[in-house]
């Protein structure tokens, strides 16, 4: 089982994003929010269901500004963080990471 610390540093990383997207424009209020919500943990759980394999139009405009460093899915595949998910989050992380619309 992963240690709180390394949940608190991927918590600061992912909540970076939504510090870092303002440089192209761009607000993730619904991401914010989740966070908020839920927490970091549940959020990044939630958003790595099979069910939701596609990338969203988020992660779409993201791809085209070339700044996927700023999705979660990002930080799920660094192998840092590989302790926290799942064979199966990482997967999906990595299938949106490289899919290309």
């Known amino acids: ?9 991927f918590e600061r990383d992912v ?20 966070l908020d ?26 791809r085209n500004k070339k700044r996927l460093d700023l999705s979660l899915e990002y930080y799920v595949v660094m192998p840092k963080y590989e302790a926290l998910f799942d064979a199966d989050q990482r997967a999906t992380a990595a299938f949106r990471l490289e899919y290309e619309d």
């Open 1 to 9: 089982m992963p240690d709180d610390a390394l949940w608190a540093e």
């Open 37 to 62: 919500e839920h927490g970091v943990q549940k959020a990044a759980n939630l958003l790595l269901q099979p069910d939701r394999q596609l990338p969203s139009n988020t992660f779409t405009f993201l």
């Open 15 to 34: 909540r970076s994003i939504l510090v870092n997207e303002r440089e192209i424009g761009l607000s993730s209020t619904r991401f914010a929010q989740m």
